[in-house]
């Protein structure tokens, strides 16, 4: 690969520490955020290298786009070995900034790396855990979320959304280190074209299949869009440890005919599928800003989502689509109701959406991450105002 040019002539040496990289299995939108911010900088010429959890037949080393990927243990071994190894070669100071993902369980940087640091966060944990693991285990890790938290106090941070960025103020980290950079979309890759739509009310979900994305309220909800659309159609697309549950729920309910079960997609099948949609439902608990959202929005797709942190970025309620309750299968079905029976408002939501879409390209996102890197890098020691 040919590398451009660092930004003002300096060529940084930049560590993430994330528990994913892309290759992992358990990759999500965040995952594939920290790539394009790590493969953009490689481009311009600046040295990247990310230490990662590894994964059954994953390799310890790998290199993809440029980005010098080291893996070590597993999913919760890899935050007491990579600081061990950071510890032992003394890497604390031997990067030019060191990018801390912060993703349940923090890294704790602030304690060991001596190189400037930027703490990156999609999202708190506190309301999905307590949906996703049993109550016991959810609160001791909202409690050290709550406590470690505030370790980063003095180191600069960015978020994706608004309502992120309320969160970790709340948590006591100081507003003005916070930068929001929501993430982007190939703008060039969507397009509204109406005749694209599907003939019947085609409603999509897209995402992985877990219990706190709220699938199986959607799924309660068709009960009711089809005994008032009996031609309706709900696709899921996607993977995850929830799906025989699913299936399980949609056979017991009956709605083999009007439930389908895509499993995992090409990204060119996913975005016919998003063009082909009268509505995109997001169901979940809680996102760090729910991108897939926007894809939709590009495509011309209104969007349905529960009303919680994240999604109020995403959605601009009565514009590019409705938010709702989360856990309330009847109001999400009024909702999806309310569009496919009324051909002006979808058309009206579905072109006001495009132009909420386009917004989100990726050269502005990347082009916002590299300038906080740099001032970060800069600042050092001295400090950080965003």
């Known amino acids: 690969m040919q590398q451009g040019k660092a930004a003002k002539g300096k060529t940084l040496s930049v560590l993430i520490l994330n528990w ?220 995850g440890d929830y799906r025989a549950a699913l299936e399980k729920q949609t056979q017991k309910l009956g709605l083999q005919n009007a439930v389908i079960f895509h499993g995992y997609v090409s990204e060119k099948e996913k975005i016919e599928l998003l063009k082909k949609a009268w509505v995109l439902v997001v169901p979940s608990v809680k996102e760090g800003f729910g991108i897939v959202a926007i894809e939709a929005a590009a495509c011309g797709t209104l969007v349905i989502g529960t009303d919680t942190t994240g999604l109020r970025d995403a959605i601009l309620h009565g514009e590019t689509g409705f938010l709702v309750p989360y856990g309330k299968p009847k109001k999400i079905a009024a909702a999806i109701c309310k569009v496919i029976n009324d051909d002006k408002l979808r058309e009206r939501l579905s072109r006001k959406a495009k132009e909420w879409g386009e917004r989100f390209d990726w050269k502005t996102t990347l082009d916002k991450f590299e300038k906080v890197i740099l001032q970060v890098s800069a600042m050092g020691k001295r400090g950080y105002s965003s």
């Open 20 to 239: 994913k990289d892309i290759t992992n299995p358990r990759a999500g939108g965040g995952t594939y955020y920290t790539h394009r911010i790590a493969k953009h900088l490689v481009e311009k010429g600046h040295r990247v290298t990310l230490m990662c959890a590894n994964y059954p037949r994953g390799k310890k080393r790998e290199i993809i786009d440029g980005v010098n990927i080291l893996r070590f243990g597993n999913r919760y071994t890899v935050y007491i070995k990579a600081p061990l190894k950071i510890l032992k070669e003394k890497l604390g100071s031997a990067y030019d900034i060191v990018i801390d993902e912060i993703n349940a369980i923090p890294w704790l940087t602030p304690l060991y790396v001596k190189a400037p640091k930027l703490a990156f966060i999609h999202q708190t944990t506190n309301q999905a855990l307590f949906k996703e693991l049993n109550k016991l285990l959810a609160t001791v890790i909202y409690i050290v979320e709550k406590i470690t938290l505030r370790m980063y106090r003095r180191i600069p941070l960015v978020t994706v959304s608004q309502s992120v960025k309320e969160e970790l103020i709340k948590h006591g980290l100081p507003e003005g280190n916070i930068t929001i950079v929501p993430p982007g979309i190939d703008v060039e890759k969507y397009g509204y074209v109406p005749e694209k739509k599907e003939k019947y009310p085609l409603i999509l979900y897209v995402g992985r299949l877990k219990k706190y994305k709220g699938i199986h309220h959607l799924i309660r909800a068709m009960r009711y869009v089809v005994k008032e659309k009996p031609e309706a159609k709900l696709s899921v697309v996607g993977e």
